[in-house]
């Protein structure tokens, strides 16, 4: 895989011969891949992404843009400007008829929504897109979208329906296309998923095994707004069980 030194090399010659599609590229995956969003010149990055994104009225590269922008908003705590550039690239996932990367950008919203305690809105979007992601058989979108509304209904409360939905989704995990990589990040956020249910059920020797599998699998594959909550759910766990100090 292309690493931050080559990458920047690589914007150095599309800078040089003026090849902007590559330029736009090229600025997208960088500040994509800035340790989630960590690097100084990420925000510069991502904001020359859409300006070139623009100017070249590519809707693909637009709908990349603005998909990156909102993620780094997000990260840096700016939920509202965050909520905007999801909805914009999800417009322009539909012009495009690519109902994958509409979905994908409405599931980002709803991490959004559970930051700002719009949980009911968040279950409603995942809702909505189970629903008309049934009818296309996506089954690895369809997966990712069970995950993340299981983890809203226990932010809800709803515990039995989420153990139901982490039962379903734990059972898809290995038949998806993807497995291999279900074994990270995605893997992990089932487990953090399902400690928490069992943590909101009172099953505290369950939600400890689960939070164990999460560090075993690395707990920096889950995204930083995801680790932080990973964080404070191990906390409640301990202090529960009289072990925090």
């Known amino acids: 895989e292309m690493g931050w030194a080559e990458m920047g090399e690589a914007l150095r010659l599309a800078v040089e011969f003026d090849l902007r599609y590559a330029l736009c590229r090229l ?28 100017e070249m009225q590519d809707v693909k590269e637009l709908q990349r843009a603005h998909n990156s922008l909102a993620g780094y908003l997000h990260v840096c705590g700016e939920p509202e400007k965050s909520l905007e550039h999801y909805r914009k690239a999800r417009e322009l996932a539909r012009q495009e008829h690519d109902q994958r990367r509409v979905l994908h950008a409405e599931m ?106 999460v560090e075993g699998e690395e707990v920096k594959t889950v995204q930083r707004h995801n680790e932080v909550r990973f964080v404070l759910a191990r906390a409640e766990l301990e202090a529960r069980c009289g072990q925090l100090f």
């Open 108 to 213: 980002h919203m709803a991490l959004v929504l559970w930051g700002t305690d719009q949980l009911e809105e968040a279950r409603s979007l995942l809702e909505s897109g189970l629903a008309r992601c049934g009818a296309s058989g996506d089954v690895q979108v369809e997966t990712l979208l069970l995950l993340n509304l299981s983890y809203t209904l226990i932010l809800l409360g709803k515990l039995e329906e989420a153990d139901r939905m982490l039962s379903v989704v734990q059972e898809r995990i290995p038949r998806t296309p993807e497995a291999m990589k279900m074994e990270g990040r995605r893997r992990a956020w089932v487990d953090h998923s399902l400690g928490r249910l069992r943590l909101r059920q009172g099953r505290l020797d369950e939600a400890r095994a689960a939070f164990d599998r």
């Open 27 to 54: 600025t997208n995956l960088r500040a994509a891949r800035a340790g989630f969003y960590t690097e100084p010149d990420a925000a510069g990055l991502l904001d020359e992404a859409l300006e070139l994104a623009e």
